[in-house]
């Protein structure tokens, strides 16, 4: 269930102007207790000092409260048991029974976790009109921010393994100062040349902090206070970080005879993540068009159904430095007791903590756009053509630092530490085609939009010609990551087994072990490899299944992505419906290994059903989930081919998909009817989104946030899904 009210208040003299706003919103949670919760007022103001200046203020406030808490695999439970027992307590694991599993209402129930946000902006404006077309603003503005998460989890013995309470708590608070100052003149000459020039300069201060902790054994549930702990380990770490910016920047206009288009913009900025060799970036950009349409050789023609015709280019550099984290060019040090001068007992020292890197630069994305906008039937229908191609060079990339370097702790031997690079190069081309007509036929209004867009992205270089970086996977799966990056392919691009379709007969299997042996290997994949597995192909040819074998089996990224509106109104009713979609692309469905499979100690779902051999079912289009190995007394081999733990094309799948994201119907009363009650208009609608989704994919939505660029496109499901909306309205003006 979710509710939203808004309530404005607008109004003003001669020389005062304001707006009042208040808001409540709330969503309840697809599981259990959660929700998101957000109360929030605003407020503006512009008084007119004089004729030639203006000051005024944006304010913002707004408190969010939220339970983020989750479970990730709903799969992961034992379907049997009951919630609760006859005596109202929480139903626990059965006595005997081997498995990791719970009860997952009894852990929502048992898991406290609220976090609160309050976060504040104001601006503060001055504009003089020093005289005609020369003009001055002065901005200030600040947003200040904190919060809390609160986590707290209760003691349980509902598991095999009795786990014991735990409560932790997270501070931050961020403070951000922003002052732009910019002066602008704009002037049009002998009635054709209309010109602007503005430049200015922004400088940005920022402050964060943050303090996390954490402790055990309390005498109560959901304590809320440290100071009830009963033990002494208590934990607690923080980070303060500053961050600064800044920028100049220009801007120049010529617009002749609203014919001849032209803009040039400049931006020289500053950042302190940078060493003093790089720190400055200038970031040029440019831009021209031209309205034949304007021209007197297009307005002689006489025609009425070419109404607008204008071709336009635009070049530019933007910088980049998001992927850097602040003073990278800087040595840091942490203390460690890790040496000894006896041979017997350590000291305490400092080591480095980072391998820094001074030569690291702005990231640049270079983009070129060419375009053509037409307009037909005195502006009615509209086509915009956009063909793009952007370049992005000397990305800021983590890069792996082998342990050798010294850097990585020991008790961190497994997470390596890394050091800033820029490297490579990254293409994006493409197209977008936007088309759109609106009409009014006897008072019946209606539009309708369409578009669809094509982006193609290659990896030109990564530094080395045989450099790549991997991305993704994790339990069950084993070997080396499903998505990779390399030089002239797509970034992520899904790398694992190809299959031949399933092993049919035992003659099959015998057939691919002697192939095996005669190139000195013991078996074609697993040793108890049989009917109902995988046929995983061997693509070197060497008789055996192994990494060697693997190749690109998928692509995440769309063919084409593309959407179409629909408004219509008559007499007060109005209809608007938005659809989205994507088509082409891949998805690697992981989920499958749990959906399909029983792993370990985690539950299923009825597609274990459709098994090869699973019950006596005999063979079917899905690979067999478990053997009888005959030479350990008949014991059952879970996956013996392991064709739920290698990634291989089997879980590829096709994401394409069309959505009716949102769709709204409403009634605005005849102004007549509420002229008595001194209503100025009075809407009531109802809204829906996320209503229909047309897709072949598995899983509960091909739509999912995805992962970094680098692992993109894999689906684990645990994934959150979209809530489905449908709202009753009615908005009111006074």
Known sequence: IEHSYN????????????????????????????????????????????????????????????????????????????????????????????????????????????????????????????????????????????????????????????????????????????????????????????????????????????????????????????????????????????????????????????????????????????????????????????????????????????????????????????????????????????????GSSAVAGYNNAKVINEDIRWESIQTLDIGLDMEFFKNRLAVSFDWYQRITKDMIYALSVPNSSGITRPSSLGTMATMPVNLGRIDNTGWELLVSYRNNVGGFNYAVSANVSQNRNRVVDLGLPTAYIYGGGGHPFTGTSPCKTVNGMPISSFWGLRTDGMITSQAEIDELNAKARANGHEYYHQRLTGVGDLKFVDLNGDGTIDDNDRTFIGNPWPEVQYGFNITLGYKGIDFIADFTGVAGNDIMNLAKAYTQNMVQSSNTTPEIFNASYFLGNGMTDRPRISAVDAENGNAIVKDPNKNYSTYSDYFIEDGSYLKLKNITLGYTFPRKWTRKAKINRLRIYVTGSNLLTFTKFSGLDPEFAGAAKTAYGVYYGSTYPQTRMVAFGVDISF
């Open 7 to 342: 309530l404005s208040l607008s109004g003003g003299s001669g020389k005062i102007r304001y707006y009042l706003a208040g808001a409540y919103e709330r969503e309840n949670g697809t599981q259990l207790e959660s929700y998101w919760e957000r109360i929030s007022a605003r407020l503006n103001v512009d008084y007119a000092v004089n004729k030639a200046v203006t000051v005024g203020s944006r304010i913002y406030f707004a408190r969010i409260r939220t339970n983020p808490y989750t479970l990730s695999f709903p799969w992961v439970s034992i379907p049997y048991i009951t919630v609760k027992n006859p005596d109202g307590s929480w139903t626990g694991v059965p006595s005997g029974v081997d498995t990791d599993a719970g009860n997952p209402r009894a852990d929502i129930a048992k898991h406290h976790y609220k976090s609160s946000d309050l976060a504040g902006n104001a601006d503060l404006y001055v504009d003089w009109n020093i005289w005609d077309g020369l003009k001055l603003n002065v901005t200030g503005a600040a947003h200040l921010g904190g919060g809390f998460d609160d986590n707290y989890s209760e003691a349980s013995n509902l598991r095999r393994t009795p786990e014991s309470d735990s409560y932790s708590k997270y501070l931050d608070y961020a403070e951000e100062y922003t002052f732009t100052s910019t002066l602008s003149y704009g002037k049009k000459f002998a009635g054709k040349h209309d010109f602007y020039v503005m430049a200015g300069f922004e400088a940005k201060n920022a402050n964060y902090s943050y303090l996390s902790a954490g402790a055990t054994d309390f005498p109560i549930d959901n304590p809320q206070s440290f100071a009830l702990s009963t033990v002494d380990d208590r934990t607690a770490s923080g980070t303060l970080s500053y961050d600064r910016f800044l920028s100049f920047f220009a801007r120049l206009t010529y617009n002749y005879d609203n014919r001849y288009l032209f803009s040039a913009n400049f931006r020289r900025d500053g950042s302190p993540k940078f060493g003093p060799t790089h720190r400055w970036g200038n970031f040029p950009s440019f831009s021209a068009g031209w309205k034949i349409s304007e021209e007197p050789f297009f307005k002689k023609w006489k025609q009425n159904w070419f109404s607008s015709l204008k071709p336009r280019v635009s070049w530019g550099i933007l910088g980049n430095d998001t992927a850097l984290a602040s003073y990278s060019y800087l040595a840091s040090f942490s203390n460690v007791t890790l040496h000894s001068f006896d």
